[in-house]
């Protein structure tokens, strides 16, 4: 098939846009506004940008009425957020903070979920997540698209602080992602969560390269001959 988005109509019964690039990363955030209200919601367009700094980006739409989301919108007036790892244990509590709920209601209870507080930022933390970053917001690229929700907003943070629960380090110092089954989304209704890996090492033996795969900055210091 071919078709050309927003020109042609593809024909299928359900866009297959959003199930061509999978599987997604959840970026689970949470927020707190300029009153100390708590705002908990998952975003399927999540990843990292570079790892020195470690930079984290989240892009959200706008809300079925227009609107945008209180997760931006807290970022941008308080500078801070957290990234919560999202599990498969903790699918049900993602999922019901998904809802769209008016201003003010507090995700972390209407989901069932305990609070932890953070070290350097003010948003909470999901009790039960094995993985945390706090983050201090960066910047905003507005998109603008088609009215009620296809404008976006992709907000930018750096991650100041990581919180990584001993128990899912393994006894190699790697984080076992076996044990945490990190949640992902796929197209349509579907997700689906990681239950198995493989491993493959760029050819040539740079440890430089290699320390870039990593994402280790130390070592990519130590590797990277001096010009």
Known sequence: MYYEPGKTPHGLPHDPFKSCVIP??????????????????PYSQFQNVTFDPPIVMFSANQTTQGERKDSVRNAEQT?????????????????????????GIDEFERAGLEKLPSRLVKPKRVKGSPIQFEC??????RFPGTPPMGTVDVVFGRVVAIHID???????????VLKIQPLARMG????????NQFRMVIPGNSKALLAGLEGSPDKAA???PER
């Open 24 to 41: 997604r990363p959840i970026g689970w955030i949470s927020t707190v506004d300029t009153q100390g209200q708590d705002n908990l919601a």
């Open 136 to 141: 201090e917001y960066l910047n905003t690229l």
């Open 166 to 176: 001993d128990e899912v380090i393994n006894d190699q110092g790697l984080v076992d």
């Open 79 to 103: 500078g801070q957020f957290v990234w919560n790892m999202a599990t498969y244990a903790l699918r049900d509590a993602v999922n019901i903070s998904a809802e769209e709920l008016p201003h």
């Open 188 to 195: 349509y209704y579907d997700y689906t969560y990681v239950d």
């Open 222 to 224: 130590q590797a990277t």
